[in-house]
């Protein structure tokens, strides 16, 4: 007995666009930062961010927020330590646990993104009204949804 072929039309369905519109949207915050002399890369700016909001942060947390691996942050914070954006310290109750903390230079930096992105963002939205803004967030959340109840079974 023959397998029958599936005919997946992958063209029409959400995978594809979700991911060539996160690589636009990747490429252009790249571009933009370079464009306006900040040596900075999206994830580095993601982490001054929740530093910004949530400063001394332990980099467990900080891998949590972030959406990253322990050892990926760990390279991300070095790069940004050279940098001058962040410094960490050992906690005072756990010598185990290291704390991160924005510099005054991070801080500075951090700033300098808020025109950069706020741009990138009126560049997303453009010709979006606010409902069907609405619309896409809501798909990309069920999205989210979708792949974290498939995570929670394996």
């Not at 959406?67 to 940098?83: G, T």
């Not at 939205?125 to 974290?148: D, G, R, W």
Request: aromatic share 10%; glycine share 4%; net charge positive.
């Amino acid at each position: 007995m023959k397998k029958k072929d599936l005919d997946i039309d992958f063209e029409n369905s959400i995978g594809p666009w979700l991911g060539r519109t996160g690589k636009l949207v990747d490429y252009f915050f790249q571009e933009s930062f370079n464009a306006n002399g900040l040596d900075l890369t999206k994830e580095q700016m993601i982490v001054l961010k929740k530093l910004t909001y949530q400063d001394g942060l332990n980099q467990n947390e900080l891998a949590f927020l972030t959406l990253r691996d322990k050892s990926s942050l760990a390279r991300l914070l070095s790069k940004m330590e050279k940098k001058n954006y962040i410094f960490r310290e050992q906690s005072k109750e756990d010598k185990r646990i290291k704390n991160v903390f924005l510099t005054n230079y991070g801080k500075e930096i951090y700033e300098k993104t808020k025109p950069v992105i706020q741009n990138l963002i009126s560049t997303i939205e453009q010709n979006i009204t606010p409902e069907e803004k609405q619309q896409i967030i809501q798909i990309f959340k069920q999205i989210q949804t979708n792949f974290n109840s498939k995570i929670e079974h394996i």
